[in-house]
């Protein structure tokens, strides 16, 4: 069977522990002023490789550069992760390192691993650090009730602004065994390309290198997680990290193993541009025709960060002026006589030359879009053609409304 063919990889129920071996807890440990499970664990088998890619910000958190570390250490492997909602402990000196230093220390002793073999991610308010005492008193608990099963509330303890959680699971038969991967994320808004506010986490049961797992995971964060943005905006503490463990996979099965993880990520990618603060409709921009893979992603990044182009498609407007202008300022040379673009099935530009369209057909079209069903019909496209090269590349993002001034005025307060 072609790698290309996604049809090998079917969703099945579940998410983070659905792959064989791992287990995942989410708690209450007081953390939130909400009293909203806030302290997460994933436990990988024994001997999992690890693979991350992490926020570019130059001001990131203690709990990123610690994982860096640990990840270079160790040479690729890890066995588990903590994760703590409601602060993000960043910007918060030596204080908020020590603070990573000993929750994870206080994770490893409990479970009888190395500290070096423990991770940790933080989420919420930055400058905030973490209630130390109300973690360490929750730790022997969230132990406890690592399970198979654990994978739900793990999943809602990661959460802040999230309207929901978003997890995932799929199984494909890769040869003559079934192969599972799981995933979980979180984000909502400060989203943006080059990692966003976001956490993502995907498990899966094969069996393979440290090199060749962070290679395929850098691909693969480079289509998912570095695809999509809510507001323009890069945070301190962003992550993807990715485990996996079990039989050795045959070489020639991994191409379709990549694709099994870049349809996981894309999946839980899209989820968290949906949910997006205030958001009622996903955009997908699909870009075609450049020189390279790079010059397409960096158009459709471009058009779907911009708050122009989101506003419209808010207010059902198709005012094509608005990507045209996002086009030009992506800094990607094109032919003007080479443009076409799409809003959804409707052609408004062939060839460089604007199409007679009727507008009330695109915005009714548009309008029905952001009242769809979630993630099933609630996306509007927009498609470019900018030329006859080989580069193609989607981004996601949503549209911008009144509501997301609301949340992101009122975050603190």
């Known amino acids: 069977m072609s790698p290309s063919d996604t049809s090998l990889w079917s969703p099945i129920s579940g998410g983070i522990t659905s792959p064989f071996g791992f287990k995942a807890a989410g708690i209450r440990a007081g953390l939130k002023p909400s009293g909203n499970r806030d302290l997460a664990l994933v436990l990988a088998p024994e001997g999992s490789v690890c693979a991350a890619t992490f926020t570019q910000s130059s001001t990131k958190a203690a709990c990123i550069n610690l994982c860096k570390e640990r990840l270079q250490l160790n040479g690729g492997r890890a066995r588990a992760i903590i994760i703590n909602s409601g602060q993000a402990n960043a910007f918060t000196g030596d204080r908020g390192l020590l603070d990573s230093l000993s929750a994870t220390a206080a994770i490893a002793e409990s479970l009888g691993l190395r500290e070096t073999e423990v991770l940790i991610s933080s989420t919420g308010v930055i400058g905030e650090r973490i209630p130390m005492m109300k973690l360490l008193n929750g730790v022997n608990r969230l132990v406890k009730q690592l399970s198979k099963s654990g994978g739900d509330d793990a999943a809602n303890a990661i959460l802040t602004t999230d309207l929901v959680t978003k997890q995932i699971a799929f199984q494909g038969v890769l040869g003559d065994r079934i192969v599972t991967i799981g995933g979980m994320a979180k984000g909502s808004g400060m989203i943006h390309p080059d990692m966003a506010t976001m956490l993502g986490y995907i498990t899966c049961d094969v069996g393979i290198s440290p090199k060749i797992w962070t290679n395929m995971i850098r691909r693969i964060s480079d289509c998912s997680f570095n695809a999509i943005t809510v507001d323009g905006d890069t945070s301190t503490n962003d992550a993807f990290i990715a485990f ?19 349809k996981t990520a894309q999946y839980l990618a899209k989820a968290i541009a949906r949910d ?16 390279s893979f790079l010059e397409a992603v960096k158009v459709a990044r471009t058009i779907v960060g911009s ?38 099935p409707y052609q408004l530009i062939d060839k460089g030359q604007t199409l007679n369209f009727k507008r009330i057909d695109v915005s009714s079209y548009m309008s029905q879009r952001k009242c769809g069903q979630y993630l099933h019909d609630d996306t509007i496209s927009l498609r470019l053609i900018l030329g006859k090269g080989l580069g193609q590349a989607m981004a996601w993002g949503c549209d911008m409304s009144e509501e997301y001034i609301r949340i992101n005025a009122d975050y603190t307060t």
Do not use: M
């Open 244 to 262: 996996s463990s079990g039989e050795p996979l045959q070489e020639h099965y991994l191409d379709s193993l990549e694709l099994g993880i870049k």
């Open 276 to 291: 997006g603060e205030g958001a009622n409709c996903l955009i997908e921009v699909n870009v075609e025709g450049t020189n």
């Open 307 to 344: 708050s122009l182009v989101k506003t419209a498609i808010h207010g059902s407007d198709p005012n094509w002026g608005r990507i045209i202008g996002a086009l030009g300022r992506s800094g990607v040379d094109f032919q003007l006589e080479d443009l076409s673009l799409w809003i959804g």
